[in-house]
């Protein structure tokens, strides 16, 4: 009687995550959804591998280029790079990238690719999003916790401590955009992960200028303000940035001190896949700081839900996993899961 009682509650569990999984793949078209010319190539046919992302880049001559070279396998990784100078070049004609200031400022709240590019009066063929999509999801993580809101406002400035940088940490020149999303504020980010190399560990980063684009007669160039983006102490620079090598649990005291969160979020976080998380959700339970994570597919974001549920005994800040506008419009190769993957692809908060 027991082992029928087992096996019936294994079968009810088993049921329910196969009813689950099935919604999701009915789904899989939404998450192909984007408005760009490319969109076909970049999510479709990747995940039938008739392209893959070194073919997609090389078509584009941006293969093992510049920021680029770390959108595929064959770039260098975190781990092995040694590179202090951050890299501040789209390899793109102005036409195609934001690299000076937008023409008018904005005025509404973006919901969308499409949004975002007819702001910055960008052509639906850039392919900027597949870089600019941490900077957009850091943009609506922002939004949906409604940060600017509670900003003081004699300082205008946003403290965001961001988890788990693993490549963003070979672009974040790209971070610099957030200075046109929310003019007249400062952003300063505490990025922390084990993927920070020790060498980097508390290294203070200043974005003084938008990334670059191609033409040497540009304007993008031509102001003193938009030299090179180094690596240095000043903290005058809309976007600045301090790098932690280690788990956040454990290095969170020494860096409140100096910076207390508004917000936390964690890009593609995995947390049900990795136990380190545990300590740190209950840290930032003990901290009362609203954060929002996001993760590859909506079963990987549902089972991080879940755990965030079980370790805080409270419900999810945001109601339910949503589907992130800004995710990256391009396909993970070779995913373990048979459900479709991107980038940034689902955000939760609590």
């Known amino acids: 009687m027991a082992v029928q009682f087992i096996r019936l509650s294994h079968w009810r569990d088993h049921k329910q995550e196969c009813e689950r999984l099935e919604l999701q793949m009915r789904s899989a078209e939404v998450l192909h959804d984007f408005p760009f010319t490319f969109s076909k190539e970049a999510t479709l046919q990747v995940c039938e591998k008739q392209v893959t992302r070194c073919s997609f880049l090389m078509t584009r001559r941006l293969h093992l280029v510049g920021m680029w070279k770390y959108e595929c396998s064959c770039g260098t990784?975190?781990?092995?790079?040694?590179?202090?100078?951050?890299?501040?070049?789209?390899?793109?004609?102005?036409?195609?990238?934001?690299?000076?200031?937008p023409i008018t400022p904005i005025s509404i709240c973006l919901r969308s690719w499409k949004d975002y590019y007819e702001w910055r009066c960008l052509p639906l063929h850039s392919p900027v999003a597949l870089l600019l999509h941490w900077t957009l999801t850091v943009y609506h993580a922002i939004q949906l916790a409604t940060i600017t809101r509670s900003v003081d406002g004699s300082s205008n400035k946003i403290h965001i401590h961001y988890l788990g940088p693993d490549k963003e940490l070979l672009q974040l020149a790209g971070f610099a955009e957030l200075h046109a999303l929310f003019p007249g504020i400062q952003v300063h980010m505490e990025l922390v992960g084990p993927a920070v190399p020790q060498f980097r560990d508390g290294e203070r980063i200043d974005l003084r200028s938008y990334v670059h684009c191609v033409e040497v007669d540009c304007s993008c160039k031509s102001s003193s303000d938009n030299a090179s983006l180094l690596v240095s102490h000043g903290r005058n620079s809309a976007v600045t940035m301090r790098l932690h090598k280690g788990f956040y649990h454990d290095r969170y005291k020494e860096i409140v001190k100096e910076s207390f969160p508004h917000l936390i979020i964690a890009s593609n976080a995995g947390i049900a896949a990795?136990?380190?998380?545990?300590?740190?959700?209950?840290?930032?339970?003990?901290?009362?700081?609203?954060?929002?994570?996001?993760?590859?597919?909506?079963?990987?974001?549902?089972?991080?839900?879940?755990?965030?549920?079980?370790?805080?005994?409270?419900?999810?800040?945001?109601?339910?996993?949503?589907?992130?506008?800004?995710?990256?419009?391009?396909?993970?190769?070779?995913?373990?899961?048979?459900?479709?993957?991107?980038?940034?692809?689902?955000?939760?908060?609590?």
């Open 77 to 101: 990784s975190v781990a092995s790079s040694d590179h202090l100078r951050i890299i501040d070049d789209w390899n793109l004609p102005s036409t195609l990238c934001p690299c000076c200031e």
């Open 274 to 350: 990795y136990s380190s998380w545990l300590p740190t959700i209950e840290t930032i339970k003990e901290m009362d700081v609203p954060a929002i994570f996001s993760d590859y597919c909506e079963e990987a974001a549902h089972l991080a839900a879940c755990c965030i549920s079980s370790v805080t005994n409270r419900p999810l800040r945001l109601p339910q996993v949503q589907l992130n506008p800004f995710r990256q419009p391009m396909a993970v190769e070779d995913s373990a899961l048979f459900l479709p993957c991107y980038s940034n692809c689902f955000v939760f908060g609590m």
